[in-house]
């Protein structure tokens, strides 16, 4: 027994695996972001109850947007799913600002000055683009909430199918306004989930393929505000919470610019055509266009915050009894 312990077998003994985590293998578990993510989605959960709060109050006193839209809507405690969804639809858009802005800094010229390491500012953008997709995908779930609850009446099957396809199927829904905005919206959420989700396997796909494909994040944000714009009954009207809403855009349009204009990736700056292989002019001839199209993108920025033609309907005098015919929102 003991020859078995301590014996001399001249067999080597194996070499012991190496130790493989995300420093050395710039690989990131989900599961570890999820559980960094948890402090990110508390906060934007205290953030959407007060929201909710808000809306809640506005809408008993009458004073809402939504209201003036929708005056039969002016029992919140009624419609509590609604604003609900409304809360969870504007948390979820200034984490999705937030985290776009994290991302443009990331890969933009590097700031001189940071309050926290780069390290840091990595995770938080990971962890923000978790929070956003649960927001998102919470402001859809409460939409058809709504949806099940303004159908009574009818069997609950029906009434969840019906609720179901209108929030979640393309072209389903078929009332005013929403025939494009709710598609908007619906694209935003089916191109956020896998565009935040492939960072964690981009070892699988390449890194290179992963940037191009994570380049289409802001085409997210992009059909998020849009969306907004379109269907949102707090910035209905061209009054104060739209034009916010609007100069909310510059800082993202600024930094997208200076990210085009002087990536952090050497390979992505702009030289002279032709340098770089067969390809180049090709290349070349994108990132300028993309330039270009930025730098517009903040002129029309500024000329609709200071002309005031930021597409609002005009508040009526008297509200309508009704929702305008063709012009449901939210």
């Known amino acids: 027994m003991h020859s078995e312990t301590t014996g001399h077998d001249s067999t080597p003994a194996p070499a012991p695996a190496p130790v493989r985590d995300s420093r050395t293998t710039g690989r ?31 809408m008993r006193s009458g004073a809402s947007a939504t209201v003036a839209v929708m005056p039969f809507m002016n029992d919140p405690g009624t419609y509590w799913m609604y604003l609900l969804s409304q809360a969870f639809g504007w948390s979820g858009l200034l984490w999705s600002w937030g985290t776009v802005m994290l991302g443009l800094l990331l890969s933009g010229p590097r700031p001189g000055r940071l309050p926290v390491s780069r390290a840091v500012l990595e995770r938080w953008h990971r962890t923000t683009s978790l929070t956003t997709m649960a927001l998102m995908f919470a402001h859809a779930l409460m939409f058809g909430a709504e949806l099940v609850r303004d159908a009574g009446g009818t069997a609950w099957l029906a009434r969840l199918w019906s609720a179901f396809a209108d929030t979640f199927v393309p072209g389903w829904y078929d009332s005013g306004t929403g025939k494009l905005a709710i598609p908007i919206g619906q694209g935003a959420l089916y191109l956020a989930v896998p565009l935040g989700l492939l960072f ?81 002019p090709l290349r070349w001839t994108a990132r300028a266009a993309g330039r270009v199209a930025a730098a517009a993108v903040i002129v029309g920025l500024l000329a609709v915050v200071l002309s005031g033609h930021d597409g609002g309907r005009p508040r009526p005098e008297e509200p309508p009894a009704t929702a305008p015919a063709g012009q449901e929102p939210e």
């Open 28 to 58: 990131v578990p989900l599961r570890a972001d999820l559980r960094a993510a948890l402090p990110d989605a508390g906060a934007a959960v205290v953030v959407t109850v007060a929201v909710f709060v808000f809306l809640y109050l506005r």
């Open 200 to 280: 964690y396997v981009r070892h699988r796909i390449g890194a290179n393929a992963w940037r191009r494909l994570h380049r289409f994040v802001i085409v997210v944000y992009v059909l998020s505000v849009w969306h907004t714009l379109l269907y949102g009954t707090n910035v209905w009207y061209d009054e104060w919470p739209r034009t916010v809403l609007w100069l909310l855009q510059l800082p993202v349009a600024v930094l997208l610019l200076l990210r085009l204009l002087r990536p952090a990736r050497r390979a992505e700056r702009l030289g002279a055509p032709g340098r770089q292989g067969e390809a180049a």
